[in-house]
């Protein structure tokens, strides 16, 4: 994004080989391909455009590229990054990265963090993680990083985990693994991707739109629950209506912390939800688990295979 003659307010407008040209000495840290999949804003993007994404991502693999970095709007990178995780099978290093500030404000982090993402990708360290974000000298798992903060460099972060690895002095460092991946194959003429919805519990709040989902078009729901995983009482004959006709996935709002799966027992607890039917999704955070679901139905899996899928990625 930057200032454009005729434009209020910064827009796309950078192709990936000006990105490429305005970090100094990146050449000599990498053979640079630079290519420009697509120009539109972060908040624009569709899992269908991470879909083409990731099999552009495996046919450069299959051509012999050694690792692939991917700029982006940092708006969606926590969601596009989960995309491409599951979506991508490949032990290539796979980084995502943005700024927080465009290039005509002072302290712009983009050239830095373009940097840090290519000695990423360039890193054996980097090699059987799956897809990882680096922005601020700090690297990300897919799986937990978030966006905690509207404008600050620092804004991502990985609640409740940490970051896996960093960089210093151009070094790579990754000192945790993850213990299990998660890869959902999608068949070559897949298109289109399931609608899921997210729906986040408030104060308050009767569930009347609960029961209007299936109407929408929608085949499955991602309920973002208080603290540990929890509804109204009012609400809960509506999500298990609804989980008897598409899958339901119970996260927390929080943006920290896993599901709880057996301590509370009141009407709308983790415990009454789940003995509805709901499933819960483990450490990810709602936006993530929204990615999982409908990539998963869209592959057609069972409610057990989703089931399982959040279990592994919770370690």
Do not use: C
Request: glycine letters at 12%; zero cysteines.
């Amino acid at each position: 994004m930057t200032a454009k003659d005729g434009h209020a307010g910064v827009i796309p407008a950078l192709d990936a080989q000006v990105l490429v040209a305005a970090v100094p000495g990146l050449n000599a840290l990498a053979r640079i391909e630079a290519e420009s999949f697509a120009r539109v804003p972060g908040a624009h993007l569709t899992l269908s455009d991470l879909l083409r994404l990731a099999r552009r991502i495996e046919q450069l693999i299959g051509e012999g590229v050694e690792g692939v970095v991917v700029t982006q709007g940092t708006d969606t990178i926590e969601e596009s990054a989960m995309a491409l995780d599951l979506l991508l099978a490949t032990e290539q290093p796979v980084i995502v990265t943005g700024a927080m500030r465009d290039p005509a404000r002072p302290g712009a982090d983009g050239p830095a963090n373009v940097r840090g993402a290519v000695l990423a990708a360039a890193s054996d360290r980097a090699r059987g993680m799956g897809v990882l974000v680096a922005m601020n000298d700090e690297i990300h798992a897919a799986r937990f990083v978030r966006k905690a903060h509207t404008s600050r460099p620092s804004a991502f972060v990985s609640a409740g985990a940490g970051p896996v690895g960093w960089t210093a002095e151009d070094r790579v460092r990754i000192p945790l693994r993850l213990s299990r991946r998660v890869h959902i194959g999608l068949p070559p003429q897949t298109e289109k991707i399931a609608a899921v919805a997210l729906v986040t519990a408030a104060l308050g709040d009767d569930g009347r739109a609960l029961g209007t989902l299936p109407g929408h078009g929608y085949q499955g729901v991602v309920v973002a629950g208080f603290g540990v995983g929890h509804v109204a009482g009012r609400t809960v004959e509506s999500l298990a209506r609804l989980a008897r006709e598409m899958p339901v996935v119970l996260a927390s709002r929080t943006g920290a912390g896993e599901t709880f799966t057996g301590t509370y027992g009141f009407p709308g607890s983790e415990r009454d939800l789940l003995g509805k039917g709901l499933i819960p999704a483990g450490v990810l955070a709602a936006p993530q688990a929204r990615v999982l679901l409908a990539l998963a139905l869209s592959a057609g899996w069972s409610a057990t295979s989703i089931t399982a899928a959040y279990d592994a990625l919770s370690g």
